[in-house]
């Protein structure tokens, strides 16, 4: 793989390590879906570095375009789910979901 | 290069904003601010769908969403995050960086990969005919989004 | 047309909220149950005669163009549909009565109808991404079936399986990007043909690492099991139903073997992490599942532990580990889905899930109690049951290729099983009778035909074993045994 391949992969890396870590650590349920956009955003940067690395950048960018709509809904049912929980809990905290022991 | 490493390191930068600001429009708005900056990087690749696509629905759409919710979420109440993962997490961080750094240095060349053949087409080729499954595979996810707002905000009678 | 198997749901599901809004009642039910059967009855007709020769595949035209959608329909996406229609049919007949209280059941088979048909196009891709797309359409759609209830812990349930589910995704999509790095392409024959060249093997290692993170949380593999036992037991009993028999399966347990054995192709590390993963599954669960009160936690746990058996037969790659672990795969979907189906009887009936509270109730409900019996010893392995047939092959390849410890575990686990599995029949059925149940019915009549239906099938597919082995088993175990050549050989677009 070309050397800018692993140029861009350093940087989502980043990205990813910072989502996993506010996954891990932060309360606040909207924060955490920050979180899972800051790791989608590393993941759409790896798809589209490999494709460019490559010289597919066509297939990539169908990948991209295909999991930004995912994301869309993926989000869209997140914030449904957190609008529902904060009509139950009147709060957001993810430590108020703790009922359920796992 | 030196334009794509600025972008880079502001993209990095304006995620992890989003991440540990305390107010959530804020924080909303640098996510924005960091697909914007994600957007123009896939420009200057050459991926100027995936870049479209990437600040008009990430940095435009999502944004408007997360704000919506934020909107109706607005308990005046603060939820207070753990002090101590604030302070830790530049040292995590810059301690990850260096051996994220370590570890592309070392697989440099490292990571067999064939020659791939010239591309074919246009995008618009590749996608409704090279992956026309990709897009059914999106309605079909539309449709799940869609009809899960709709069930999860319908007018119910106490249930549980 | 094996594009059907995708597009029919998809188009139903779209049209069904419009058909509810003009009736409520029966067109929905009605629409949503005839997709289903339509679905088992192509798989189980128009399917056999189609594999006859190798895998089917299928190409279309759209307005004279050539378009380019490759399903596959081979011996082992055949036996996934036929296992998908079949108990997503029943948890469909079962929903015509327990839906009734919670209302949008339009919109409840919309979502239901577009899961199953994720989980079509998962069995039929051929291409890395299309199971990634399918796995996720699948996944969206059972995050708010989860949360449907709307009550505080299906949200609660929802939202961690959503969290979970979605680090999932990104360690697939990752590991899917670096093998578009290093082959060039995404389709299954190529991938399996250039890394057969490559031979790259630490970075192929990494991948592999990924994909068993990234499908082990899907199927609720321990260490990843921990979204499982809150998000089951917080769902409707249908789609608790669907969750643990298909989706932790299909998304799961289907894709990590479609990846590992026919294009990575199964190495002996690769074996030997899958086999421990697997056990460790099985022991650890069969002991969490015992300290359960909550019937559908218990069954839950239940679910993780079979998985295991699923992945310690598949893992162990030969003919006979891998024709185990499959059987086990279709007999657990039958049996798991049939005792939610019957928790969720118990709980309309009686409105708790706690087992404490429980006592007698076969008295008043002799044919739940008849069917939940049939499952639970399906699942805790007594013959001739068809749980019995499947758990023997897997111990029996064990002992076979020269692992007598695992079998032992597996052995070992399957009495505990057994033990937990009548502690519930004890305490649910058996007994006296608390007075508090004293004026409950047996289930409405479609959730006790769901049920029957299911039961006679764990019987029947018991006593049929070696016909039911011969000609669904067979076909998909080979095809998996072939490893890497099937899909090079025969693949080859």
Not at chain 2, 58 to 66: D, E
Request: glycine letters at 8%; proline letters at 3%.
């Amino acid at each position: 793989m070309t050397n800018t391949w692993y140029f861009y992969l350093f940087f989502s890396a980043g990205l990813i390590f910072a989502g996993l870590y506010a996954l891990l650590s932060k309360r606040n349920l909207i924060r955490l879906l920050i979180a899972i956009e800051v790791i989608s955003k590393g993941v759409s940067l790896v798809l589209l570095a490999t494709g460019f690395a490559k010289g597919n950048i066509l297939v990539a960018q169908a990948m991209v375009v295909t999991f930004i709509v995912v994301e869309v809904s993926l989000v869209a049912t997140a914030l449904a789910i957190i609008i529902n929980i904060y009509r139950h809990t009147k709060s957001l905290d993810v430590r108020k979901l703790v009922r359920l022991k796992g | 290069m030196i334009v794509q490493t600025a972008l880079l390191i502001g993209m990095v930068l304006f995620s992890v904003l989003a991440i540990f600001l305390k107010d959530l429009i804020r924080a909303a708005i640098s996510l924005a601010v960091a697909s914007l900056l994600l957007g123009i990087i896939f420009f200057r690749m050459g991926a100027s769908y995936a870049g479209v696509f990437e600040i008009s629905v990430v940095a435009g759409l999502i944004t408007v969403l997360f704000i919506l919710t934020i909107a109706l979420t607005n308990t005046g109440e603060e939820v207070r995050e753990s002090r101590l993962a604030n302070v830790v997490f530049p040292l995590f961080f810059v301690v990850f960086v260096i051996i994220d750094a370590l570890v592309m240095k070392g697989l440099l060349q490292k990571v067999p990969a064939l020659p791939s053949g010239p591309e074919a087409g246009t995008f618009g080729e590749v996608l409704w005919k090279g992956r026309t499954l990709d897009l059914v595979g999106q309605i079909g996810v539309i449709l799940a989004g869609v009809f899960s707002v709709l069930a999860l905000f319908r007018k119910r009678d106490k249930h549980d | 047309m094996i594009i059907l198997f995708v597009a029919l749901p998809l188009i139903v599901a779209g049209v069904l909220p419009l058909i509810g809004k003009v009736s409520r009642r029966v067109v929905p039910d009605l629409l949503a149950n005839a997709t289903l059967l339509f679905l088992l009855v192509y798989a189980v007709a128009v399917g056999r005669p189609l594999i006859g020769n190798g895998p089917a595949f299928q190409k279309l035209t759209w307005l004279g163009e050539t378009v380019n959608l490759r399903l596959a329909l081979d011996g082992f996406s055949l036996f996934m549909l036929m296992a998908i229609s079949l108990v997503g049919l029943c948890a469909g007949l079962f929903s015509i009565d327990y839906m009734e209280h919670y209302g949008a059941k339009a919109n409840y088979y919309a979502l239901f109808l577009i899961m199953i048909a994720g989980m079509n196009g998962l069995v039929l891709a051929t291409d890395l991404f299309n199971i990634y797309i399918f796995l996720e359409v699948a996944a969206v759609a059972s995050y708010s079936l989860v949360a449907f209830g709307l009550g505080h812990d299906e949200l609660e349930a929802a939202f961690k399986y959503l969290m979970l589910s979605v680090v999932a995704s990104a360690f697939i999509l990752v590991s899917i990007a670096v093998i578009f790095g290093m082959t060039g392409s995404l389709s299954l024959p190529a991938v399996a043909r250039a890394l057969q060249e490559l031979n790259a093997g630490p970075v192929v290692g990494i991948c592999a690492a990924l994909f068993i993170m990234g499908f082990g949380l899907k199927a609720a593999l321990i260490p990843f099991h921990a979204w499982l036992p809150d998000a089951h037991p917080s769902a409707p009993a249908p789609i608790s139903a669907v969750l643990s028999g298909l989706l932790i399966k299909v998304s799961g347990v289907y894709a990590l073997t479609r990846v590992f054995l026919n294009v990575f192709g199964l190495t002996p590390a690769l074996s030997t992490v899958l086999m421990y993963l697997g056990t460790v599954s099985l022991a650890v669960a069969a002991f969490l599942a015992l300290g359960q009160k909550d019937i559908k936690r218990m069954l839950a746990y239940s679910s993780i532990s079979q998985v295991g058996y699923i992945v310690l037969g598949i893992g162990l790659g030969t003919p006979l580990g891998i024709a185990g672990g499959l059987f086990h795969l279709f007999n657990h979907a039958l049996a798991k889905g049939l005792l939610f189906l019957t928790s969720g009887s118990i709980q309309q009936a009686t409105g708790t899930r706690n087992l404490d509270e429980m006592g007698g109730l076969a008295n008043r409900m002799p044919v739940t109690a008849a069917t939940n019996l049939i499952g639970s010893l399906s699942i805790a392995g007594v013959p001739p049951l068809n749980g019995f047939w499947s758990k023997l092959l897997i111990i029996m390849a064990l002992i076979q290729a020269g692992h007598p410890v695992f079998a032992l575990v597996a052995v070992l686990a399957s009495v505990l099983t057994l033990w937990y599995y009548l502690l519930i029949q004890r305490k649910a059925f058996f007994g006296k009778l608390n007075e508090r149940w004293a004026a409950v019915k047996e289930a409405p009549f479609w959730m006790t035909a769901s049920t029957v239906l299911l039961a006679s099938l764990c019987v029947g597919v018991g006593i049929f074993f070696s016909v039911t082995i011969k000609s669904w088993i067979q076909p998909a175990a080979g095809v998996l045994a072939e490893g890497v050549q099937a899909v090079i050989r025969s693949w080859g677009l």
